[in-house]
């Protein structure tokens, strides 16, 4: 997984607003609370898209765009990184939103809103023609919507082996369709996950020199796939076929103010780097300092640039 490519990084994930209210404490049922802040910031595969795109990548976002005040900010937002915007823009509905309920000392609750970016149907992709060097990025999410699903699915299965197709299941990894998921398993290059992620698929929490090699059995991953399992500050490990041992690339020790976004942030450098055709451990070690970087920061779209990560003794 490494050569001359000079590609780019094709982002068929779906983007959304969050919007973030912070309260004291979760409502019970039939009550009501009063929110001391709130704010709207464009998420879901923005992060992922703007991860790679201040690495100097060519960054093409392939989703469905709404028309409405969210489809807006997602415009400007994708405009203000220089990624090119190759899909199309609902004139009837709006993107979706994400509601995320912060009260002190609670892990967030969330709510998510589809809207256009769930209605990509294979006419959208039509004009999306993925190069021998380009790298495909696909969510889990957009694996769950009806009409998206299919389409990725049956889009990504035309389009041959040459491009690479990386997959990030996220924390819904149970509910994604598993005829969905076996559909790309005849494509997929790289299958990233977090460790949490990984122990929900492999079930029973196995020794952990076995989950890797649980996971791939139970999503049925060829040899050639990569799959990544990526563990904060340290770290990820790799593997590619069944009976090899998982590879460790370290991580970075930092002050991790807000992890919000690391995982978009590690995919979407990871990406950028094969993209370029970097060697897989090359693109890990940058990914793992990207992330590093990331969470020493409040927000979700805190990818460095790649100058940033260069100073940490990386090209």
Not at 125 to 145: H, K, Q, T
Not at 224 to 248: H, M
């Amino acid at each position: 997984m490494s050569g001359a490519r000079a590609g780019r990084v094709v982002s068929l994930e779906s983007i959304i607003v969050d919007l973030g209210i912070d309260v004291p404490n979760l409502p019970p049922a039939g009550g009501d609370v009063i929110a001391s802040g709130s704010r709207a910031r464009v998420g879901g595969g923005f992060n992922l898209v703007a991860a790679a795109a201040r690495q100097g990548t060519p960054t093409v976002h392939a989703g469905r765009i709404g028309s409405g005040p969210h489809g807006r900010l997602i415009a400007d937002a994708l405009a203000g990184e220089g990624v090119t915007v190759a899909g199309p823009v609902d004139t009837c509905e709006d993107s979706g939103f994400c509601i995320a309920f912060r009260a002190p000392g609670v892990e967030p609750t969330y709510v998510t809103v589809p809207g256009a970016e769930s209605m990509l149907r294979p006419a959208d992709l039509a004009g999306i023609r993925p190069g021998a060097g380009d790298v495909l990025c696909v969510s889990g999410y957009d694996l769950m919507y009806e009409i998206s699903g299919s389409t990725i699915t049956g889009w990504l299965g035309e389009c041959g082996a040459a491009p690479l197709v990386v997959l990030d299941p996220g924390p819904l990894v149970l509910d994604i369709p598993v005829a969905a998921l076996r559909a790309l398993t005849g494509v997929l290059d790289v299958l990233t996950l977090s460790a949490r992620e990984a122990v929900l698929v492999a079930g029973a929490g196995p020794p952990d020199e076995q989950l890797h090699r649980t996971v791939r059995r139970r999503l049925g991953l060829r040899d050639g796939t990569v799959l990544v399992v990526r563990a904060g500050a340290a770290g990820c490990t790799s593997t590619r076929g069944g009976s090899e041992e998982p590879v460790t690339t370290p991580g970075r020790a930092v002050e991790a103010v807000d992890v919000t976004g690391a995982g978009d942030t590690h995919t979407g450098v990871l990406a950028a780097r094969l993209a370029e055709g970097a060697a897989l451990d090359d693109a890990l070690a940058a990914a793992n300092a990207a992330a590093a970087l990331s969470v020493t920061r409040r927000g979700p779209a805190t990818a460095p640039r790649r100058d940033e990560t260069e100073q940490w003794g990386l090209t």
